[in-house]
């Protein structure tokens, strides 16, 4: 659920292409194809549009939050912010890959060419004090964000040349020369912000303060730094709208801050929270034996994940000297022993990551197809050669935790590169010590990395732990002050603009990007641009594999681990759609919440146990 309001959060890195050809006024922006939903659509079909309004829902947060204004670099933010309180232009189906519908815009028009599109804003539009939402709200809304906002506005919306509201109504963006598939939905996905209210109010400043909105819900009570409480907006002007027809039921939804991963994790046995998704392989497979799980009050369910897994790793600062020999970084990959972390520590219940596009049919997992050695075949000698005949496969082990054959071949990678060891320390090609430092914001993953150190050590590399909080976490990270850190990188249905920010050398030290390791490569540089500019899905499916094999045989990130789907546990006091949508899980908009389990979950009574949720555990015993 974490995911999905992240994947919330970040609509605009879903890559979109308009359908039309034509200027007249469309109800939706689809990608490569036509929309799923008619222009007189009811409600979207992963909905119960009958579902009742009332109760609430708390789930966890994890370690603080410094601020509930999320389009500002600084400050560590709440989750739920964004996706809960501002409407966007349109808004997203997920049941389709890649499909915007209207929301506040009512309608979009593309230029034939697509050098503009403009959305007319839909009357009945309105700020939760009932003025009404106009054109000039999006013109302001667009240029706050650009300029004073986080860097990914900026990078997002940086070959828009123009905006102009041509009426009360209706808001156009002309984009600079070029060709720009993207824009349109990237544009469809900008949250919308009152321009009177930012008249009197510093938009640079971080704040606990509300910001006057226009979503589905309003702040409640709010501990700053602690829990914060959303309040259904009963005024909500869009509730009846098809977009919205059967979501957000809540009335409130809580979200209670935890510094502490095992204090949370006990916190939720105790009925503190409501919903948890696992994130622990050890917890999920040893520790729900409880009696609350064993009574039937809590269940726990496996749900498939259909979107891309992306890459969770270890990444590294290019940027610096020590990680640019390609050889230092496969010597480190050797030195990783998934095998044994994944059967000592998670119960085999991952597999290794081997793409950027983890879990998807971009994934570059079989050997290149002839498109997309026609697209690497001009790169010959600037890449890997591996590149054009093998799938990428990370270092592999027995799982036994003995593993020589991969330090004897990372030792030998660290000697073609110059290295040696002086009494005992690995030392570079200019005499200075190969020391390697984690920075971590919490503890948990100690008891992975530790094992990986040792085997650093081995190689002798000279490797520790750096425990920060989360804000100096955030701000180390933000300006590249690090030598490895864990980050995963979240990948859409349709990659497109959001490459550049990922891996584009354009923005390899802009501050706050997402190019967390500097990838600073024109060779990737072109490929994005070939994504990006992909006219059908055939054509980007060839693009994303070959950007995908560079990535992953230039070895710039060290792979962990990943899952095809969700686990969840979750208090027996909800309902939920018969068919869920496909690309996320839901939770906080399309589940409701029955009173009639919540009473018999008072009475200590096991409610009827939804179908498709596993038994308790002491049925297996």
């Not at 869009?238 to 939804?253: H, M, S, T």
């Not at 726990?300 to 790793?313: C, F, M, N, W």
């Not at 040696?420 to 992975?448: M, Q, T, W, Y």
């Amino acid at each position: 659920m974490i995911r999905s309001a992240f994947s919330l959060c970040i609509l605009f890195a879903i890559s979109t292409s308009v359908f039309a050809q034509t200027t007249e006024p469309r109800h939706g922006l689809s990608v490569f194809g036509d929309l799923k939903y008619p222009a007189d659509f009811r409600n979207f079909g992963y909905v119960n549009s009958s579902a009742p309004k009332g109760g609430r829902i708390k789930v966890p947060g994890l370690d603080t939050f410094e601020t509930i204004h999320p389009f500002i670099l600084k400050g560590q933010k709440e989750l739920f912010a964004e996706p809960l309180l501002y409407d966007t232009l349109m808004a997203r189906s997920f049941d389709e890959p890649d499909s915007f519908y209207g929301l506040v815009a009512q309608s979009v028009e593309v230029a034939p060419d697509k050098s503009w599109v403009a959305f007319n804003i839909n009357p009945r539009a309105r700020f939760h004090d009932s003025t009404a939402i106009k054109s000039a709200d999006i013109v302001f809304t667009f240029n706050a964000l650009v300029k004073d906002g986080h860097p990914r506005y900026r990078i997002t919306y940086r070959d828009v040349a123009k905006v102009e509201a041509t009426s009360d109504s209706r808001v156009k963006f002309t984009f600079k020369p070029g060709v720009h598939r993207d824009l349109p939905t990237r544009l469809a996905a900008l949250p919308v912000l009152s321009r009177a209210y930012y008249a009197k109010t510093d938009f640079k400043k971080t704040s606990f303060e509300p910001a006057l909105a226009s979503g589905p819900y309003k702040v409640g009570k709010l501990e700053p730094g602690r829990s914060i409480n959303y309040v259904r907006a009963e005024n909500y002007w869009a509730k009846d709208l098809p977009v919205n027809r059967g979501r957000y039921n809540f009335n409130e939804i809580t979200v209670e801050y935890y510094r502490d991963r095992e204090v949370a994790f006990q916190a939720f046995f105790s009925n503190q929270y409501d919903f948890r998704e696992e994130f622990t392989s050890r917890q999920w497979a040893t520790q729900y034996d409880k009696p609350p799980v064993n009574k039937g009050l809590i269940v726990r369910e496996i749900l498939p994940d259909e979107t891309p897994s992306g890459v969770q790793a270890f990444i590294l600062n290019l940027r610096r000297k020590k990680f640019q020999d390609i050889r230092v970084r496969e010597a480190l990959d050797l030195a990783f022993d998934f095998e044994w972390t994944n059967r000592t520590l998670f119960y085999d219940l991952y597999a290794r990551t081997n793409s950027m596009f983890e879990n998807s049919a971009l994934a570059a997992h079989k050997p290149p197809s002839k498109a997309e050695l026609a697209l690497l075949e001009p790169f010959r000698g600037k890449i890997p050669e591996k590149v054009f005949t093998s799938p990428f496969l990370s270092s592999k082990t027995d799982g036994s935790g003995r593993i020589r054959g991969n330090l004897r071949k990372a030792t030998r990678l660290l000697k073609q590169a110059g290295y040696k060891v002086k009494d005992g320390h690995l030392c570079g090609p200019d005499g200075e010590p190969f020391n390697v430092k984690f920075l971590l914001f919490e503890a948990s993953f100690k008891r992975i990395i530790n094992p990986f150190i040792r085997n650093l050590e081995r190689l002798g590399i000279k490797a520790s732990i750096r425990i920060v909080d989360v804000a100096n976490f955030k701000r180390l990270q933000d300006s590249f002050d690090f030598d490895i850190v864990i980050r995963r990188i979240a990948q859409p249905l349709t990659p497109g603009l959001e490459q550049r920010n990922y891996f584009g050398s354009a923005f390899a030290n802009v501050q706050g990007s997402f190019n967390i390791g500097g990838v600073n490569d024109p060779v990737v540089d072109t490929l994005i641009e070939k994504v990006v500019t992909a006219k059908d899905r055939g054509a980007l499916t060839t693009a994303v594999r070959a950007l995908d094999r560079v990535l992953m045989w230039n070895r710039y990130v060290i792979t962990q681990w990943y899952k095809g789907s969700h686990n969840i546990a979750y208090w027996n006091k909800f309902n939920r759609p018969a068919n869920p949508p496909k690309f996320d899980m839901g939770v906080l908009d399309t589940w409701w919440f029955n009173p009639e389990k919540a009473r018999m979950l008072e009475e200590g009574t096991a409610p009827p146990r939804p179908a498709g949720t596993l038994p308790p555990p002491s049925a297996a015993k």
